[in-house]
């Protein structure tokens, strides 16, 4: 079945440690990328988007995420995480040619950033 | 702007009852989106409303209905409730319908438990 996989479930890194994130899809064609975070006790958030152009995308709170379509992969990053970055984070694709909008979402990884 | 608002924020329910959730959309935003979360997963997509109509479904069965009214508020109805029903159940609005992809602004969610 066509998906999206997330292939860390639990991230642990001290403050101003490097962080990326994997997510893979398998769909074909022309797909929208998104990544959203959800902090403890709060909604899903939009950290950043991808629909076309330039493959390197850049989020809010200093995030980043490169689209490499022959690797069908949206790795999302930070060069220096914060102990407020601790939160679950969603990869999500909608997928090309179903007609409506609709978001397929990885597993999640979870972040724990200690200070 | 105000965001996406959800009620109730929980619920309890009794195998084989039937429960109403419901969701006001973003301001200015036409579509919306119900996803189920089930814990430790990410959400999955239950079905979408665009003015009033049910423009895409995911894999949910018949039990699992919607409205959208007016307003673009929506409901989200499940009959014969199933122990396995118990999850968060999130609303997303958007702008663009059908046709035009944009970033979805989601709710802070229903959980619901069937015992």
């Known amino acids: 079945a066509q998906s999206v996989s997330q292939h860390n479930h639990h991230v642990i890194l001290s403050e101003a440690a490097s962080l990326e994130l994997g997510c893979n899809y398998s769909y074909g064609g022309t797909v929208n990328l998104f990544w959203y975070v959800q902090y403890p006790g709060q909604h899903l958030q939009l950290l950043l988007k991808?629909?076309?152009?330039?493959?390197l995308v850049k989020g809010i709170k200093g995030f980043e995420a490169e689209f490499i379509k022959s690797k069908f992969s949206f790795n999302l990053r930070k060069p220096s995480v914060q102990w407020s970055d601790t939160a679950e984070y969603f990869c999500?694709?909608?997928?090309?040619?179903?007609?409506?909008?609709?978001?397929?979402f990885g597993t999640g990884t979870r972040l724990l950033v200690s200070p | 702007e105000t965001g996406v608002t959800q009620s109730p924020t929980h619920l309890i329910k009794t195998r084989g009852q039937q429960v109403t959730l419901r969701c006001s959309s973003q301001?200015?935003?036409?579509?919306v989106s119900w996803y189920q979360q089930a814990l430790g997963q990410g959400p999955q997509f239950i079905f979408q409303?665009?003015?009033?109509?049910?423009?895409g479904r995911g894999n949910f069965p018949p039990r699992f209905s919607g409205l959208q009214f007016p307003n673009y508020s929506s409901e989200l109805n499940v009959n014969a409730l199933e122990l396995d029903d118990s999850a968060l159940y999130l609303c997303?609005?958007?702008?663009?319908?059908?046709?035009?992809?944009?970033?979805?602004?989601f709710g802070p969610g229903t959980r619901l438990t069937v015992t």
């Open positions: 997303a609005s958007s702008r663009g319908g059908a046709i035009n992809p944009d970033e979805q602004y």
């Open positions: 301001s200015g935003h036409n579509t």
């Open positions: 999500a694709v909608n997928p090309p040619n179903t007609g409506f909008q609709k978001l397929v």
């Open positions: 409303y665009y003015r009033e109509e049910e423009n």
């Open positions: 991808y629909f076309s152009g330039d493959p």
